[in-house]
């Protein structure tokens, strides 16, 4: 729901939350446990974005608990703070709690908990609703080695508010960086769930479950009302390839579920060779939203490798319903082809069906161009295939590069993307890098807007020998243009582009001194219409020195310069920096900046001035040595205490000896 990785930031503006994969907690869920599995952690986030008028600021913590080898505990805690455009400076919180594991061999049991309050905000992730609460449990309890019987009771609640639907015009240009709020909803459903699972002849499966709901809409009277369900399977073998499946879903009394009405299922599922099914399907319904329609649907389910470089995987319905054909699900292929010894070529497709626009206990789905901040909920998905073509060469130790193409097209607007890269070695210290990114636009009611470019080409220097001084040139071309409703009505655009030179270097003439410089010009040019057009040049200046007090500590003191020609603007910063190392290679500091200059081409971030923290990590081995060369001179090393024996031979008598190696 809302799981993260340890992270601070003041001042910088980030667009997401790393998620943190836990291995062990997946395997266990999988019913894949081992002593592996015995782990047990805690993990905390703070997050403070500083956005001027709209700040965000998100905390929490999570951990695991094991039950033996095969249960756990899991739980998250995460609390926001948001100044939201249209709802003012609102905070919320977002909880999960869930157990599984094994009371007896025989019995097992599964519980959880989750409640995500309607102001909690989290951009960084699709993976809640705002304004739902959650929460059931499961048992299931195997009689012998051929039946297995099973309870379960789940409630859910939603109150928050649905985004607003807007299809309008000038809606898709709205800027707003959160959506809109609509209605409210407010209604419940319980669900009462106990059945039994008999295993028949062979491998044929007999399963029978009891399926009340109960709904509740305090607004309308769309999900409103008290629902039960006999739901009844079989599944059983008609030759080693082919299965047969059926299913009935039958309500009792006159009461019929919106979503889930009367339907009953027929299927075939043929094994056509390993990891590819064919399923053919009938459904008929009664009542619901669905009305009296039924569907036909033929699906392809694909989980198979072709060979050592072939997988295909998905799905593929072919469903014939409400008068129409039509698809749904998805299917994708990839290819590895090994051309020559380090040369290869990635093929992939891939073929997604749209859903329909049903509405939810959450809200309505519509269409619409963007989905922002936690609006995912509403957004209905538009069908379309991906066709994509990539090269890679890396045979090379001293060059490798690597292009791609990918195009999308489909129901809504078609994409295009495009990107070449290369990096090698020009002599043992001198390396070049280039990379060309290009992109085209896929949306949901927009049309007309133009492609967005990015070129960039560098060369740095870096001596294997040693690390006394290091340099980088670099050259940018950025293209992003942009449409806004004006322009599109009389049918032209308007457009940016950036040429930025700029060069850097790092000099230490000793272990103790480090000096850094940059300077940089950018220029910019806009075309506001088709007869007006504005450019400016920046100049970007900064130097940086850096004093080691010894083995962990150093100051450090930096000055930042901004002046553009037209209009004549200029900016001045000065900042001052403690740091210490932790390692070698990971520095924190603290520091105090006079003025705010801050720059996408600066490095670094000053966006403020005051008090900051900084943290930084030196990556090393990027190519073969980099970042392990020996300083000249010497770096100094840690100083370390050692015995050492005097005296005549046996004394018990000892010196102490401190060393420092060079």
């Known amino acids: 729901m809302f799981q993260k990785r340890l992270r601070y930031s003041s001042g910088a503006s980030l667009s997401r939350i790393n998620t943190t994969a836990k291995t062990a907690t997946r395997s266990c869920m999988q019913g894949e446990c081992s002593t592996t599995s015995l782990m047990s952690w805690i993990a905390a986030t703070y997050l403070r974005e500083d956005q001027g008028a709209q700040d965000f600021e998100l905390y929490g913590a999570d951990f695991r608990v094991p039950l033996g080898l095969n249960g756990q505990i899991i739980g998250e805690y995460a609390r926001s703070t948001n100044d939201s455009l249209f709802l003012g400076n609102v905070s919320g919180s977002a909880y999960r709690l869930e157990a599984t594991g094994n009371i007896t061999p025989d019995f097992n049991a599964r519980a959880y908990y989750r409640s995500v309050s309607e102001n909690f905000a989290n951009n960084a992730t699709i993976s809640f609703t705002p304004g739902q609460t959650r929460y059931g449990a499961a048992l299931t309890y195997r009689i012998g080695s051929t039946t297995n019987i099973r309870a379960g009771y789940d409630f859910e609640e939603n109150f928050g508010i649905a985004p607003a639907v807007r299809t309008d015009f000038f809606d898709l240009f709205d800027p707003a960086p959160e959506p809109i709020p609509g209605s409210a909803v407010n209604n419940t459903l319980q669900t009462i769930s106990v059945g039994l699972e008999q295993k028949l002849f062979g491998d044929a499966v007999l399963g029978v479950d009891y399926v009340n709901r109960q709904r509740e809409d305090r607004v309308g009277d769309i999900f409103d009302g008290n629902a039960s369900q006999i739901v009844s399977r079989l599944a059983f073998p008609i030759t080693p390839s082919l299965a047969f499946r059926a299913q009935n879903e039958l309500n009792l009394g006159g009461n019929d579920d919106p979503l889930y009405p009367n339907r009953t ?4 599922d043929w094994a056509a060779f390993p990891g590819v099914t064919m399923r053919l399907a009938h459904q008929f319904f009664d009542g619901g939203l669905l009305g009296d329609d039924s569907i036909t649907s033929l699906d392809t389910i694909l989980e198979h490798k072709l060979g050592e470089n072939t997988s295909l995987t998905g799905r593929y319905s072919v469903i014939s319903a409400f008068g129409g054909v039509t698809g749904q699900g998805a299917v994708g292929l990839n290819h590895r082809w090994v051309i020559a010894p380090g040369l290869r070529a990635n093929l992939g497709y891939e073929h997604t069906f749209s859903n329909g626009l049903t509405p939810t206990a959450a809200g309505q789905r519509f269409y619409q161009p963007y989905a922002v901040g936690q609006s995912a909920s509403s957004l209905a998905l538009l069908g379309g295939d991906v066709y994509s073509v990539g090269v890679e060469y890396t045979d090379n130790p001293n060059f490798k590069a690597s292009a791609r193409i990918e195009h999308r097209t489909g129901s809504g607007n078609d994409n295009t993307v495009f990107s070449i890269a ?25 049309e007309g807007l133009g492609d967005s470019a990015n070129l960039r080409f560098g060369l740095a220097y870096r001596d294997p020998n040693s690390d006394r001084w290091n340099a980088l040139l670099r050259y940018d071309y ?17 457009g940016s582009t950036d040429h930025v030179f700029s060069a850097e270097a790092t000099f230490a003439p000793s272990w103790r001194w480090e000096f850094y410089g940059k300077g940089a010009v950018r220029h910019s040019s806009t075309d506001l219409a088709d007869n007006y057009s504005n450019s400016a040049t920046v100049f970007l200046t900064q130097l940086r020195a850096t004093y080691r007090l010894g083995y962990r500590m150093d100051l450090a003191v930096e000055g930042r310069w901004i002046g553009q020609d037209s209009p004549s603007y200029s900016e001045t ?5 403690a740091g210490y190392y932790l390692t070698p290679d990971l520095r924190v500091g603290v520091g105090y900046s006079f003025g705010s200059v801050d720059d996408r081409d600066f490095t670094g971030y000053r966006s403020e001035g005051g008090p900051y923290l900084n943290v930084s990590f030196k990556v090393n081995e990027l190519f073969g040595g980099f970042g392990r060369q020996r300083v000249v001179p010497p770096q100094q090393r840690e100083s370390r205490v050692e015995p050492v024996a005097t005296g005549n031979s046996g004394s018990a008598t000892s010196a102490v000896k401190t060393t420092s190696e060079e």
């Not at 299922?265 to 075939?268: A, D, E, K, S, Y």
């Not at 806004?484 to 009389?490: G, K, S, W």
Request: glycine residues 12%; proline residues 6%.
């Open 573 to 577: 910063g000065v900042a001052v920096e």
């Open 265 to 268: 299922t027929f299927g075939l």
């Open 478 to 494: 950025r293209k992003n243009p942009y449409t806004i409703p004006d322009t599109l009505l009389i049918g032209s655009g308007t």
């Open 422 to 446: 290369g990096a090698g070695k020009l002599t043992p210290a001198l390396t070049a890098l280039a990379r060309y990114e290009q992109a085209n636009f896929a949306n949901q009611l927009v």
